[in-house]
């Protein structure tokens, strides 16, 4: 069976101004596949509020840091956006990274690099949104919030904001090697 992909979209740099553009191809392209799950990353709100309102009616999962990872107890993610996209019908996960817990901790103490972190470097090749969509993506499905039977598309970004969207078919994270990419629908030149 031959599939028929899309046209790639190339943002000439990293921007929140990204941001509506990358909502817009991914629900396009969600619409044309027939895709319902949305994996979003935030890390304060803004872009998961944007992307639950967008995507209003789809199975919408916000992934932001884990509770202490801007210092002791600090949750970035604000009440008010955590409501806001509830309202809207999105879900909030937060979780540690997938790339980056234990083994940052080794790092740290011990000043050597852990497996989990060069696979988040290998993958910042591609851009820094595509490392965040392969780990929100590993992160929802090991908290149960999306199926593994079934493509989503994932949307991450550079910093603040949205620039990078891919469908994906997503797996648990002791099953990593198995994480497909399957499309690129958007994502910076670098």
């Given amino acids: 069976m031959s599939y ?3 046209e790639t979209v190339y943002f000439k740099e990293t921007s929140e101004g990204n941001t509506d553009v990358t909502l817009k191809l991914a629900k396009e392209r969600a619409e044309k596949l027939g895709i319902k799950t949305i ?12 992307a639950s309102e967008s995507f209003e009616g789809y199975n919408v999962v916000v992934v932001s840091h884990h509770t202490g990872y801007k210092g002791a107890d600090v949750q970035e993610l604000t009440s008010e956006n955590w409501e806001k996209i509830e309202a809207s019908g999105g879900k909030v996960l937060v979780a540690g990274h ?5 083994g940052r901790a080794v790092r740290r103490k011990f000043k050597t690099y852990q497996v989990d972190e060069v696979i988040a470097a290998t993958l910042k090749i591609f851009g820094p949104g595509t490392k965040v ?11 149960g919030v999306i199926s593994i039977q079934e493509d989503v598309i994932a949307i991450g970004g ?31 030149l670098l």
């Fill in 39 to 50: 994996v979003v990353a935030s890390t304060r709100g803004m872009t998961g509020v944007q």
């Fill in 158 to 188: 550079t910093g603040r904001g949205a620039d990078t969207a891919l469908v994906m078919r997503p797996v648990n994270a002791f099953d990593f090697f198995n994480l497909k990419i399957r499309e690129v629908i958007c994502k910076p």
């Fill in 4 to 6: 028929k992909m899309e």
């Fill in 133 to 143: 969509c392969a780990e929100i993506v590993l992160m929802a499905a090991d908290a």
């Fill in 98 to 102: 997938v790339f980056g817990g234990v």
